[in-house]
């Protein structure tokens, strides 16, 4: 049974990029952007259509950017360049049309390869790029006035490409939009790992990403009735077949659109994902709370939430990002956890180490340390599936256990 | 918890069809009663098909007498002559346990990648590690190190014993390392100082790939590798930690061993589901 609004948000994320170049003649200024610490609230209170970029699992492009930009940052990265290198060559026949239908580029430097990929768009393909600035001291008050500032210099840039003042009643009303998106993200997640069967981790995940495109007022409004459904259906009982699938839990790296790579392979192999913590997933709706239309108040809502590993911190006992992690596996019922990285994504990669240790031994840990290509496709096959029957033999034990 | 080996007299079969080398393993009533290896060739399907027939045909058996065949290794994706497959960790972990109960540590060597296996008391995996898309210290870059210093792969353990001097090779990179050994040999460095240094490499980076799951005797070394003494000797140097050594076992066996071990849990494992099934739907 598929969910009836998960079918009508399909159809208008492909009817989105049409709707984009229509908006665009008559003269309205699309902003794409990368990394979720650039705030929406801002954009479409400058009055500026944001989609939000980054696609990935494309190798060919990954190897276009390779050309602009060096082979040591990771493949989301490469790939985004090489988007825009292809897009720069043959416009209009741009694989992304989110690339293709962007007139300003906004990047929020939480990552310093980020960054690079900014610089390298602005230099070799003359887009107009924005720079939102973020503190590596993001737990400081010193982090909290650099990053205040520079969101007041971001809304003062924005309000100059539109030619629109942010308002504080502009601002009340997209604070209140997109704390009404998250609300309902939030208990979209809570309803597929409560039952599965009426919707599926991967739906989840989609209808996220259909929000980096739609209007965000017409988004809204699908999530409402999307969440009716889930909860009408919820209250169902469950179909017997999808019991017993082991549950994992994804954590790690980015997992951009176009990249299933992971997510194909533990669903081929009968297990099932129950929740992430990745920056296209729920994290970015988690904590965060913008306390009054102001500037400032979005600067320290945004930092102040669970942040992306890229962001040092030392010490392990007050990470909201490990806490979150332990919180949400915990709420999931997942009987493991897969933490993804990327070649090159420094952050996760190290990390994935710390992750383990601090989760503990109780909690079955899984690093798979990947790229596009598929040649360690199935070198990662036999290591989830031998993840899998990890668990399954400790969960056979538990109930033969539980019968004797 | 720990599965009983049922003496029902019923013969199952483990195949492990691995990028070198297949091997298969004939058990009953928990007793090896035949084996084989074979070469993998280009089609895996049948190299694991032959080393299936020679394994039955050593005890002079049929493919009938066989109750249930387990395949695992990286050809167990191509097996249509298995009743069932699981992957070369899980057999590794159940191997190692059902020849010593006390092993909790595994490292296996086998042709196209090393891993490293935690086990707990019942031979349940507490952990695993893989080295990542590397030939290092695999047997593949073991054939490599042999053709260039013109030695047969079977040598290369007892001639690194008698290494008189040590040199430093930092690379165990496969690509890297033919280079670095090239220039080593037109410097005049004696081949039994090459390789045993080329040993220690591997030994050092393997020391790496276990640090991830934690050594903790007892502790088994696996695969066609386990078969180096000379490099069996730099791991033990370089760990700090003596390997326990089961007599009369063929380490390269252990995959395909413990693929026959679970294959005559399949039957016992079945019905213990159908009881849990059982208990659930009464619930």
């Given at each position: 049974m598929t969910l009836p609004t998960l079918q009508r948000i399909a159809d208008a994320v492909a009817a989105r990029p049409a709707e984009l170049a229509a908006l665009r003649e008559e003269g309205t200024l699309v902003a794409g952007y990368f990394c979720c610490n650039i705030p929406e609230e801002l954009v479409l209170a400058a009055g500026l259509v944001p989609v939000r970029l980054g696609r990935g699992g494309d190798d060919g492009l990954v190897e276009v950017g390779g050309r602009y930009i060096s082979h040591q940052n990771c493949p989301f990265v490469r790939q985004n360049v090489g988007a825009f290198a292809t897009e720069a060559a043959t416009p209009g026949e741009a694989s992304d049309p989110w690339v293709a239908n962007?007139?300003?580029?906004?990047?929020?430097?939480?990552?310093?390869?980020?960054?690079?990929?900014?610089?390298?768009?602005?230099?070799?393909?003359?887009?107009?790029?924005?720079?939102l600035g973020v503190p590596r001291n993001f737990t400081s008050d010193n982090g909290h006035a650099y990053f205040r500032a520079e969101m007041a210099d971001?809304?003062?840039?924005?309000?100059?490409?539109?030619?629109?003042?942010?308002?504080?009643?502009?601002?009340?009303?997209?604070?209140?939009?997109?704390?009404?998106?998250?609300?309902?993200?939030?208990?979209?997640?809570?309803?597929?790992?409560?039952?599965?069967?009426?919707?599926?981790?991967?739906?989840?995940?989609?209808?996220?990403?259909?929000?980096?495109?739609?209007?965000?007022?017409?988004?809204?409004?699908?999530?409402?009735?999307?969440?009716?459904?889930?909860?009408?259906?919820?209250?169902?009982?469950?179909?017997?077949?999808?019991?017993?699938?082991?549950?994992?839990?994804?954590?790690?790296?980015?997992?951009?659109?176009?990249?299933?790579?992971?997510?194909?392979?533990?669903?081929?192999?009968?297990?099932?994902?129950?929740?992430?913590?990745?920056?296209?997933?729920?994290?970015?709706?988690?904590?965060?709370?913008?306390?009054?239309?102001?500037?400032d108040a979005v600067a320290d809502a945004y930092l102040d939430r669970v942040q992306c590993a890229a962001l040092p911190h030392l010490s392990l006992e007050d990470d909201r990002r490990l806490a979150n992690i332990e919180e949400s596996y915990g709420a999931t019922g997942a009987e493991g956890v897969l933490y993804h990285s990327l070649r090159y994504c420094d952050p996760f990669a190290f990390k994935a180490n710390e992750t383990k240790r601090f989760l503990g031994k109780g909690v079955p840990f899984l690093e798979i340390h990947t790229e596009y290509a598929s040649s360690d496709t199935e070198g990662i096959r036999t290591r989830i599936n031998a993840f899998i029957e990890m668990i399954e033999a400790a969960r056979t034990d538990k109930e033969i256990q539980q019968v004797a | 918890m720990t599965y009983q080996i049922e003496t029902t007299g019923e013969t199952f079969v483990g195949v492990d069809v691995g990028s070198q080398t297949a091997k298969s393993v004939v058990l009953r009533d928990g007793e090896i009663i035949g084996h084989a290896l074979v070469p993998t060739g280009p089609k895996p399907e049948e190299s694991g098909a032959e080393v299936l027939s020679r394994a039955i045909a050593s005890p002079s058996l049929n493919r009938e007498d066989v109750a249930f065949v387990v395949a695992t290794g990286y050809g167990r994706v191509a097996a249509p002559w298995a009743d069932t497959t699981v992957t070369e960790i899980?057999?590794?972990?159940?191997?190692?346990h059902f020849i010593n109960p006390r092993t909790r540590t595994v490292i296996d060597i086998g042709g196209q990648d090393c891993k490293a296996i935690g086990l707990d008391e019942d031979g349940h995996i507490l952990d695993f590690a893989?080295?990542?898309?590397?030939?290092?210290?695999?047997?593949?870059?073991?054939?490599?190190?042999?053709?260039?210093?013109?030695?047969?792969?079977?040598?290369?353990?007892?001639?690194?014993?008698?290494?008189?001097?040590?040199?430093?090779?930092?690379?165990?990179?496969?690509?890297?390392?033919?280079?670095?050994?090239?220039?080593?040999?037109?410097?005049?460095?004696?081949?039994?100082?090459?390789?045993?240094?080329?040993?220690?490499?591997?030994?050092?980076?393997i020391?790496?790939?276990?640090?991830?799951?934690?050594?903790?005797?007892?502790?088994?070394?696996?695969?066609?590798?386990?078969?180096?003494?000379?490099?069996?000797?730099?791991?033990?140097?370089?760990?700090?930690?003596?390997?326990?050594?089961?007599?009369?076992?063929?380490?390269?066996?252990?995959?395909?061993?413990?693929?026959?071990?679970?294959?005559?849990?399949?039957?016992?494992?079945?019905?213990?589901?159908?009881?849990?099934?059982?208990?659930?739907?009464?619930?």
């Open positions: 962007t007139d300003v580029v906004l990047a929020a430097a939480t990552c310093p390869q980020m960054f690079r990929l900014a610089e390298v768009i602005e230099h070799f393909f003359h887009r107009r790029v924005e720079i971001l809304a003062t840039r924005l309000a100059k490409i539109t030619g629109n003042a942010i308002t504080s009643e502009r601002l009340g009303e997209t604070v209140a939009l997109l704390a009404g998106i998250r609300t309902s993200i939030k208990a979209l997640y809570r309803a597929q790992a409560q039952r599965p069967d009426v919707l599926s981790w991967r739906q989840t995940f989609e209808t996220v990403r259909a929000g980096f495109y739609l209007d965000r007022w017409r988004y809204a409004a699908l999530l409402e009735d999307l969440l009716a459904e889930a909860e009408a259906a919820v209250a169902t009982p469950a179909s017997a077949d999808d019991d017993g699938r082991v549950r994992l839990f994804v954590s790690g790296t980015v997992i951009a659109p176009g990249d299933t790579k992971i997510v194909d392979l533990i669903e081929g192999l009968g297990a099932r994902v129950v929740g992430d913590d990745l920056c296209t997933g729920l994290r970015p709706f988690l904590r965060l709370e913008v306390a009054e239309p102001s500037i | 899980t057999c590794h972990a159940t191997g190692a893989l080295n990542d898309k590397c030939a290092a210290g695999t047997g593949r870059f073991m054939e490599l190190m042999s053709r260039l210093l013109g030695v047969p792969l079977e040598g290369l353990g007892a001639l690194s014993l008698e290494a008189d001097e040590q040199i430093a090779i930092s690379s165990t990179c496969i690509v890297f390392a033919e280079s670095e050994v090239i220039s080593l040999l037109a410097r005049g460095e004696k081949p039994q100082n090459i390789i045993a240094a080329v040993h220690h490499a591997i030994a050092r980076r020391a790496g790939l276990l640090h991830r799951v934690g050594l903790q005797q007892d502790f088994l070394f696996s695969g066609g590798g386990a078969k180096n003494i000379g490099l069996v000797a730099a791991l033990q140097e370089v760990l700090g930690a003596e390997f326990v050594w089961v007599p009369d076992r063929d380490p390269q066996l252990l995959g395909a061993l413990g693929a026959a071990v679970l294959a005559s849990r399949a039957s016992a494992k079945s019905k213990a589901e159908a009881r849990a099934a059982l208990a659930g739907a009464a619930r």
